[in-house]
């Protein structure tokens, strides 16, 4: 079962725009990951956030958490065509933290 | 530095056969993970091996089965294979700690006919 459920499901926006998007889930968690992947290839990993931590950047990524409402979000600023991609938030949980339970994921389109 | 690598890059078997799938981790990674991606769906947990162990399993049967060599790369094999068991293949690597992050390989795409 999946614990991650990300929204949109889809999103297309024009170049330099903003792209949010956002991941709900069920149980407690020790940290949530946002990976990228590209044409279904590999993960790429882009940023974790603890639980104890309420946002975190890195470069034009921002991600916020919010541990009461189980939800995060991920902002990508200045979106650029190469950011077209499907992005997925993994989270493990306090109970076992060895895996990563994946949403569905938000496939981004960029339109240059 | 060589990031996590896995092989073959694709694969086409046929129902009933068996396969084996390969990863070596990245550098200084002593922990894999394996994960099964239908098409349009998000990685889903297999299991995980760290000291030669599996020490965590996901909601797989048995013909899901794994090892981990002494220098931690590891291999996947699967049974009787199934229609169903299509899907992209991916290896995860990470220092043995928990909580740490995990670097996933490009995947084996595999296609059951």
């Known amino acids: 079962s999946q614990q991650g459920e990300e929204d949109p499901q889809a999103l297309s926006i024009q170049e330099g725009e903003n792209a949010t998007m956002n991941c709900s889930y069920k149980?407690?968690?020790?940290?949530l990951q946002w990976y990228r992947q590209n044409s279904g290839r590999g993960l790429v990993h882009l940023i974790l956030?603890?639980?104890?931590?309420r946002e975190k950047h890195s470069g034009r990524l921002r991600v916020t958490l919010d541990t009461s409402k189980k939800s995060s979000s991920l902002l990508i600023t200045a979106s650029r065509a190469a950011d077209t991609a499907s992005y997925f938030c993994?989270?493990?949980?306090?109970?076992?933290?060895?895996?990563?339970?994946f949403g569905s994921g938000t496939r981004l389109l960029v339109r240059p | 530095d060589a990031g996590v690598t896995q092989s073959p890059t694709h694969l086409i078997k046929t129902r009933g056969q068996q396969v084996t799938l390969r990863c070596s981790p990245k550098?200084?990674?002593?922990?894999v993970s394996w994960y099964q991606q239908a098409l349009g769906q998000g990685p889903q947990f297999i299991f995980q091996?760290?000291?030669?162990?599996?020490?965590q399993r996901g909601n797989f049967p048995d013909r899901f089965s794994g090892h981990q060599f002494p220098n931690y790369s590891s291999e996947l094999n699967v049974n009787a294979l199934l229609l169903g068991d299509s899907a992209l293949y991916l290896c995860?690597?990470?220092?043995?700690?928990?909580?740490?992050?995990?670097?996933f390989g490009p995947g084996t795409r595999l296609l059951v006919l």
């Open positions: 995860a690597s990470k220092v043995g700690a928990p909580s740490e992050t995990q670097y």
């Open positions: 149980t407690s968690i020790n940290n």
């Open positions: 956030i603890r639980s104890n931590e």
């Open positions: 993994a989270t493990d949980s306090m109970d076992s933290s060895y895996k990563l339970i």
């Open positions: 550098s200084g990674h002593d922990t």
């Open positions: 091996y760290y000291e030669e162990e599996e020490r």
